[in-house]
Every structure is written in C-alpha cells, then in structure tokens.
C-alpha cells in the first residue's frame, strides 16, 4: 500500500544535495516529511491504498486508442498531487475519467476518479456518454495538431470555473488573462510553456474563441464533479 513504501531518511535526502546547510535542514526535512506522511494517510483513508492496472482498446469514430490507466481499485482511479491542483491536473483527470468510463472493464473496478491534492478533493462521478466528450477532446486534440488552438489548460480553467461560480463574462475573461499573462506579481502560463510562448508571443485579447473552447473542454466536467 501506499504507506507501506519505505520512505527515504535524512542521511539520503541531505546526500542529494537539496537541503539548507546546517541544522536548518533538519527543520525542512522534517516539516516535508510530516506533510508527506498526513497527505499518504489522506489518500488511504479515501481508499486509494491499494492498486492495481487496466488496460484495452477504444474505437472512437476514426481513432483507435491504447488506453493503459494506473492506480485504480474497486472505487475508480485514483490521481494525487503532492501540492496545489489547477486546471492541468483536472484536465489530466478528467481525460483519464473518460477513458475509464469508456472501457469495458470487469465489475470489480470502479467508475468514480478522485483528484486528491493539497488544497482539496475532487470527485468525478461515473457517467454513460464518456465515449462522446472523449470523442469531442480527440477532434480537438487533433485540431491543435494543425494549427494553434485558443485553448490554454490553467487560464481556461480559470474561466470556466469563474463562469461556473455565477461571475460576470469579463470579470472570469479578466482572471483568464491574469492566469495566462501574469502581472508584476506572478508568471503567466504562456510565459513558462514553451509551446504556448512560441505560439502565442503576442498579448492578445481573449475574446470567443477562447471562451468557446474553454467551455467546451471543461463544461462537461461540472456535470459530474463535486469539490471538497
């Protein structure tokens, strides 16, 4: 299980070279180590102690895929970050939630996936259509493949989640670009992404596109999720 893995001591880590000097590197390693040791027995008690793999095969219009999911058990797949979550890693979920969906799998394994990070839980409930907003994501994906989309994981998110939480089109566009651009204070996504920087070099104004992708990503993925 989870917190059956033998953790690395002290000696180990400080050999590594990524502790302070002195007697200060005792303090860090043993504030990590406690929040490491509370975020393992979180993830176990949600029942995610134990896993095992799956795997087959999708036939989705003209696109066949390999699906291999990690870390699932008898209530679904399991995903944890060790640190905040943001619209990368929800994303990454809810991809793997629809393949999970998807597949003919035994009965044995669950449908649900939980997203357990630092700040909070996730939950994504089973649904019956997965096939066809995977489906949707994979014209998009291939889409992106010719030609730059106005689709960004983090600032999407923040627009969709603002637009879910009741505000305003250019309150939640205003957050997007803050997320996407950055200010004197933080660094934006597309300055970080190299990707997202080579194609996206100019400051633009988010404008329907955006919010027409944004939202057709990320929609779906509040008719089945709940947030703890």
Known sequence: G???AEPLTFTEVKARGILPHGTMAEVVF???EAKATAFATQVVELGGGVFGSQSGSL???SYHLEVELANVNSLGQFH???GKMDGRHILRTWISHLALNSLDLPATIGRQSLLIADDGVIRLAPLGDANTYLHALLELYWQG???PLEFFAKASYVFVDACQRGKRAEKALSAATKSLWG???STGECQWDPAL???FSEKSELGEEFSRLART???PVYLVMDKE
């Open 2 to 4: 989870l917190l059956a």
């Open 30 to 32: 043993d504030g990590v």
């Open 59 to 61: 036939v989705l219009g």
């Open 80 to 82: 944890y970050r060790f």
């Open 145 to 147: 493949l010719r030609q």
């Open 183 to 185: 200010d004197d204070f």
């Open 197 to 199: 920087k080579r194609c």
């Open 217 to 219: 990503v990320y929609d």
